[in-house]
């Protein structure tokens, strides 16, 4: 019997899953390993998260003299909204690390930094105020991260979902560059993951800190599409279930290589429940459709935000409608401003860098496009402005 092979609600667990990142895991790695921290920054589910799976797998492995094995930890900051919160990502962290002798190492570790904080870290974490003498967060949180890097000789911190902590108040930054930037921890890397868009707000308002001086930026590329396919066509194949030629190019003409759109089409088109049959191009297009005709969370924020407020929002809207409409092509028509009831032939171009700091769209060999391809079709179709 054959299980559907795709997945797209969650992050990659296997780094054999993981098309197209091979050259840029290997770029990041040795960057990490000449102990240049890295913060890597990519729309919403185009596979940051996955890609840190390729990348613990190369880290894990020498490339030669001084650049041997790392110990890498990863740490997700997605609930990270407090310092307690924080502590207690880096207690997961430490106590589920996949590798038994870190984690037996980690645990030592979590048993001095009690003695020494005189506290059971668990209680911290949970922000429970059962004894007066309970430590200051920011004191464990600084001790904790310091030990991390005493779990090797080499350590990477992968941080994922970075940009939260931009909502943490009592300055995460700071304890992080003091407990894992110091003259103490220069055999630790740091590599940081986030939407590009809190990203830069964070980029912003934290100028100073050192940890956005002292790290390379990177956008996640895209993955190219001759590897997406022949993945997918393997995955087809493999699960009895092979996939034509044209539905495969059809499904790929469809999501644009996007990768959480691609696996979400690929798992939805894939013969339920147990496979066994040629997936052909009418299946690939009514999957389309469905997906097509469920909510889209990302029209009802545009709808709602960009439809009733001020007049620059409104523009936005506009903007991302005729971007819809006409792919990317003629942003500055006069008559298309006119079509869509923008101020001027200029209004739509100047509406892009506000989009894109929603997330909404990104810039690709210099021509704008939405970033989501499913949102891009809904709002073709719905389009009130397209004659
Ligand atoms: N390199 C890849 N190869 C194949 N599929 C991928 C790849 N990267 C991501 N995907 C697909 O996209 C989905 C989302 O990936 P992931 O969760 O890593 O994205 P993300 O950028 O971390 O998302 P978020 O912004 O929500 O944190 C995965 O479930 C997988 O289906
Ligand atoms: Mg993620």
């Known amino acids: 019997m054959s299980l559907n092979p795709f997945v797209w609600d969650r992050p990659l667990a296997d780094p054999a899953d993981v098309v197209g990142m091979d050259s840029f895991a290997e770029e990041v790695a040795l960057t990490l390993k000449a102990r240049t921290n890295v913060a890597i920054f990519g729309a919403r589910n185009t596979g940051k998260s996955s890609f840190l799976t390729k990348l613990t797998q190369e880290l894990e492995r020498s490339h030669g003299d001084g650049a041997e094995a790392h110990v890498v930890v990863r740490i997700d900051l ?21 590798a038994r002798a870190v984690r037996e190492r980690a645990r030592e ?37 310091s030990s991390l890097a005493r779990l090797g000789d080499r350590v990477t911190v992968m941080m994922d979902e970075f940009q939260r902590l931009h909502r943490c108040p009592g300055e995460p930054l700071a304890i992080l560059g003091s407990a894992l930037m110091g003259h103490r921890s220069g055999h630790v890397s740091l590599v940081f993951t986030g939407s590009i868009r809190e990203y830069m707000e964070m980029l912003l308002s934290d100028s100073r800190e050192p940890i956005f001086n002292q790290a390379v930026h990177l956008q996640l590329p895209p993955i190219e599409r001759h590897e997406l396919a022949l993945h997918l066509e393997h995955r087809f194949r493999d699960t009895s ?3 034509d030629e044209q539905a495969l190019q059809h499904l790929l003409d469809l999501t644009a290589s996007h990768p959480q759109r691609t696996q979400q089409l690929a798992w939805s088109c894939w013969p339920r429940p147990q496979g066994g049959r040629v997936v052909t191009l009418s299946d690939v297009q009514s999957a389309w459709q469905s997906l097509l005709s469920q909510p889209l969370s990302d029209v009802s924020i545009i709808e709602e935000t960009l439809a009733n407020g001020a007049e620059s929002e409104a523009n936005e809207r506009k903007a991302l409608y005729l971007l819809a409409d006409h792919r990317g092509e003629r942003l500055s028509s006069a008559s298309l401003a006119t079509q869509y009831g923008l101020g001027s032939h200029t209004a739509a171009q100047a509406a892009m860098p506000r989009l894109r700091r929603r997330g909404l769209v990104e810039q690709r060999d210099g021509r704008w496009q939405i970033v989501d391809p499913l949102l891009a079709d809904w709002l073709h179709r719905n389009s009130p402005f397209s004659p």
Do not use: C
């Open 109 to 145: 570790q979590i048993g001095l930094l009690e003695k020494e904080v005189g506290f059971d870290i668990r209680l911290v974490k949970a922000n429970m105020r059962t004894r007066s003498h309970q430590p200051a967060p920011e004191e464990v949180l600084y001790a904790q991260l």
């Open 78 to 98: 997605k609930r990270a909204l407090s310092l307690a919160a924080f502590i207690s990502a880096v207690h997961e962290a430490m106590i589920s690390h996949p």
């Open 241 to 243: 279930s092979p996939i």
